[in-house]
């Protein structure tokens, strides 16, 4: 089993920055992906940004030119970076890593969530 550990969220004011952190842990034999998704209240879950194992990125609308996504591969654990927070950004923010297990057989893992909450 694959679990992932999640830390960075918390309370900001607008304008200001945080950035969260994602570790996976457990067997598995290749990561594939690594990324974010968020779900505000009364809203869907959302693609925020993730990155590929050679360091492809794709970020939301809403995130590009604020958000920034980066791995460390050794330490299996991705980060992103957010950068001029507004209150629209609040929401729990959720981890995602997909790969294959050692059975070679794919998976997906998501973190429990850490609540990033933008207000003054």
């Known amino acids: 089993q694959v679990e992932l550990a999640e830390s960075g969220g918390g309370l900001v004011q607008p304008g200001g920055s945080l950035r969260l952190s994602c570790t996976a842990s457990?067997?598995?034999?290749?990561?594939?992906?690594m990324g974010w998704y968020r779900q505000a209240a009364g809203k869907e879950r959302e693609l925020v940004a993730r990155?590929?194992?050679?360091?492809?990125?794709e970020y939301a609308d809403s995130a590009k030119g604020r958000f920034t996504i980066s791995k460390d591969s050794a330490l299996k654990t991705v980060y992103l970076r957010m950068d001029s927070l507004t209150p629209e950004d609040t929401a729990v923010y959720y981890c995602?890593?997909?790969?294959?297990?050692?059975?070679?057989?794919?998976?997906?893992?998501w973190g429990q969530g850490t609540q990033v909450t933008v207000s003054s």
């Open positions: 990155i590929i194992t050679y360091g492809s990125t």
């Open positions: 995602n890593v997909v790969g294959y297990d050692t059975n070679f057989r794919s998976f997906a893992a």
């Open positions: 457990g067997s598995m034999f290749s990561i594939n992906a």
